[in-house]
């Protein structure tokens, strides 16, 4: 593929995203035609109608109103296809914006739940979009797998089965809250010679939480989660 010469990052300072959520970041021309691909309804058919219920373009009210909207973009992802598309697109918009290095991260659960889509077949579309980007674009481009308590214990344990399946091509993972308030767990995870550990214990996170976005210190004092290095090898 040719690139364009303003995808090249050119400047002598570093840009960098060191939180772009993949499955929240899909171009507008994209959703519209694999709404009509997948036969999925969005509010409007014109781009520029359809930008204010796809994208924040101000502040808004509360997380429920973001979360409606990165909802309703993923909604499209009728495939995995879809999900490769876009996975490879993020890498494209990456380069065009100059950066140097991103770091994308991702929910298998969140884009299969649509279209109940399997979720390792998720996660394989999605490394071998951001495989196909790393080819054709400048830019550097690392991967996190999110687990979503959002879904369940036994969703998250499944998304964790699914990335672990693509472990060479995951940077970091990211577990993301609430839990529930009664909840009590402890799970621990290795990957890529770290120990990550969390613990909730009866958390009542005051922030609320979807797979659209992360938290990396709990704000109750009896939750925490950390990342060390093991002690010794898992
Ligand atoms: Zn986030």
């Not at 997380?63 to 309703?72: G, I, N, T, Y």
Request: proline share 7%; hydrophobic share 40%; with cysteine.
């Amino acid at each position: 593929m040719t690139i364009a010469d303003d995808a090249v990052p050119s400047s002598a300072i570093p840009r960098i995203d060191l939180h772009r959520h993949l499955d929240g970041n899909l171009r507008l021309e994209t959703c519209l035609e694999l709404a009509h691909k997948h036969g999925v309804s969005l509010p409007k058919e014109d781009l520029a109608a359809l930008k204010p219920h796809l994208q924040m373009l101000e502040p808004g009210p509360d997380l429920p109103a973001f979360l409606e909207k990165v909802e309703r973009m993923a909604s499209v992802l009728g495939d995995v296809d879809a999900c490769r598309r876009v996975a490879y697109e993020n890498v494209q918009d990456a380069a065009r914006e100059r950066l140097h290095y991103v770091e994308l991260r991702f929910s298998p659960a969140f884009m299969a739940s649509a279209h109940g889509l399997p979720l390792e077949t998720v996660v394989e579309a999605v490394v071998d979009g951001v495989v196909a980007g790393r080819e054709d674009f400048p830019v550097q481009v690392q991967l996190i797998g999110i687990l979503s308590r959002t879904f369940g214990p036994d969703s998250a344990k499944k998304e964790l089965e699914s990335l672990l399946s693509h472990k060479k091509a995951i940077a970091a993972l990211d577990l993301i809250f609430p839990a529930s308030p009664s909840r009590s767990s402890s799970e621990t995870f290795s990957m890529r010679g770290k120990l990550c550990s969390w613990r909730a214990a009866r958390a009542a996170t005051t922030s609320a939480h979807s797979p659209m976005g992360s938290i990396r210190r709990a704000s109750s004092p009896t939750s925490s989660w950390s990342c060390s290095r093991p002690s010794r090898s898992l």
